[in-house]
């Protein structure tokens, strides 16, 4: 996380043939190395809940004490999963934050479970296998099976966003506090005052600020008693604020062309950063020489039930890997997430031939009173059959189901609504019948703020012809509800 930061910010290139020098680095890419066909770049920044160093060595007690790391409870956990991806004109990156509760299907056989989960089960099992074979010490058990653990996060990540990884970077917990003391502290804003010193032990009246070291440690990783609402998704907005802030202070603060703060900045990043060898970082900065902080944007991949109930993994956070891909997608220009408009005629007229013999039924997980019917009776009058109405749990996309053999059904439902919804086979849907599950993002037919068919984004903010202020450069079909972070000028973001 913290070496994105720095290689992001593109400046005092010279000095980063000696820092990778420095470095630890270890193998986890299966070749990847290589940029995209068309230049660009994908980096996966990482933050680990380590309690050993970059060389598998054990932190200081009262190192950990310091940072209210606790105990040992969900030790290896990558807390801090940020998907980057930079254009080959160094322009205009984007930071897509992967929340950790996102119940996935995991590489290599592991099953479905919290994304975070990827690393520690992978560890573990190379733990296993390496102590039978004997022969090395508990640092180099340590080293060995971080990489196998971090090859199994990449491969993981890929499967759920459909990106390849380049390259990654790799950060524990005293290094996180260690690069935000080099920097000397980053500016951070908050909405409302907090008060969590049970859990992460901040606790901060509303306004403008500096954390630096342990405060800056508490600020990312708070998600208890958050006013907009205790989740990882409200933590993850704490971690894309710092990081914004941080750019802009290293930017426009000349951080890396004074001598010593560079100095500083490079041996925090060389004792807590791992990195992988074939990342050459001085091409890279190169590459970014001509960014701004402003040109760095921060989003969060698009998720569903943020209390999803698992079989064996507690609460987590539903996400549907169809709609992360098309969101991916849309953010690292590879293909726009947004649909084309369909024909107005036939989104508004009723047509015998678009819903004859189709049952649709409405669930509402939107949390809006009486959407379900509402959409309901806009369907009806395009000609198909009235089904249920009836309430689902909470949900920020919309989805469709169908049974076994009737998916053009769903595409009719889907083009009905505006398009571009994801879609899915379920036997327990009836023949003839099609399920609509509504979420918090709806915006089309039989929603209040609906501009008519041909200004619908699905899932997303109406398009307004004459200012588009509602649908940005990045808007998507799945994009989340919290805009974008960003920072253009000298104050920090604010968040709850």
């Known amino acids: 996380m913290s070496l994105g930061v720095f290689s992001l910010t593109g400046y005092a290139w010279d000095h980063l043939g000696g820092l990778l020098n420095g470095m630890n680095t270890y193998d986890a890419l299966d070749g990847n190395a290589a940029n995209d066909p068309d230049g660009s770049t994908d980096i996966l920044l990482v933050g680990l809940d380590s309690r050993t160093d970059t060389n598998g060595n054990p932190l200081d007690p009262k190192v950990l004490a310091s940072l209210h790391a ?8 990558t807390d801090t999963m940020i998907l980057v991806h930079v254009p080959n004109n160094g322009k205009k990156a984007t930071a897509m934050s992967l929340p950790r509760d996102s119940y996935v299907q995991l590489a290599d056989g592991y099953g479905k479970h919290k ?43 890929q499967d759920l966003t459909g990106v390849t990884i380049n390259h990654f970077a790799q950060v524990n917990l005293a290094g996180f506090a260690d690069i935000s003391n080099a920097v000397g502290g980053v500016p951070v804003c908050l909405k409302h005052a907090v008060d969590d010193t049970t859990y992460s032990g901040f606790k901060h009246a509303a306004g403008t600020f500096t954390v630096q070291g342990l405060s800056a440690l508490q600020f990312v990783r708070q998600r208890h008693n958050i006013p907009g609402g205790s989740t990882d998704l409200q933590r993850e907005r704490r971690q894309q604020a710092f990081l914004a802030s941080m750019t802009h202070k290293v930017l426009s603060a000349g951080t890396l062309s004074n001598g010593t703060e560079l100095n500083n900045l490079v041996d925090a990043v060389q004792k807590s950063v791992v990195v992988d060898p074939d990342w050459n970082l001085l091409q890279f900065a190169q590459q970014m020489q001509g960014m701004t902080s402003g040109d760095l944007s921060f989003n969060t991949i698009p998720t569903e039930n943020i209390d999803y109930q698992t079989p064996e993994d ?98 009719k439902v889907s083009d009905a609504l505006g398009g571009g919804y994801s879609e899915s086979q379920d036997d327990n849907v009836p023949n003839g019948h099609v399920w609509v599950f509504l979420g918090s993002v709806y915006h089309g037919p039989g929603a209040q703020d609906f501009a008519g068919a041909a200004q619908i984004l699905p899932n997303g903010p109406v398009v307004h012809d004459d200012s588009g202020d509602a649908a940005g450069s990045s808007s998507s079909s799945n994009s989340p509800s919290l805009p974008p972070i960003s920072q253009s000028g000298d104050s920090p973001p604010c968040v709850d």
């Open 115 to 157: 994304l975070n989960s990827a690393y520690i089960r992978a560890k573990n099992d190379k733990i296993t296998e390496l102590k039978k074979k004997g022969g090395l010490s508990s640092a180099q058990i340590d080293v060995q099976s971080n990489q196998a653990g971090m090859h199994e996060l990449i491969d993981s990540v």
């Open 314 to 411: 507690g609460s987590a956070i539903e996400v549907d890997p169809a709609a992360v891909k098309k969101f991916v997608q849309g953010e690292t220009g590879g293909g726009s997430t947004s649909q084309s408009p369909p024909d107005s005629s036939s989104a508004s007229n009723s047509s015998d031939s678009t819903g004859n013999g189709i049952t649709v039924d409405v669930r509402n997980g939107s949390q809006r009173d009486g959407l379900a019917a509402n959409v309901l009776n806009e369907l009806v009058k395009q000609g198909f059959a009235k089904g249920n109405a009836s309430n689902a749990n909470p949900r920020h996309n919309s989805m469709i189901e169908y049974p076994s053999g009737h998916k053009n059904d769903a595409d």
């Open 70 to 77: 606790g105990g040992n409870e969900g030790e290896l956990n």
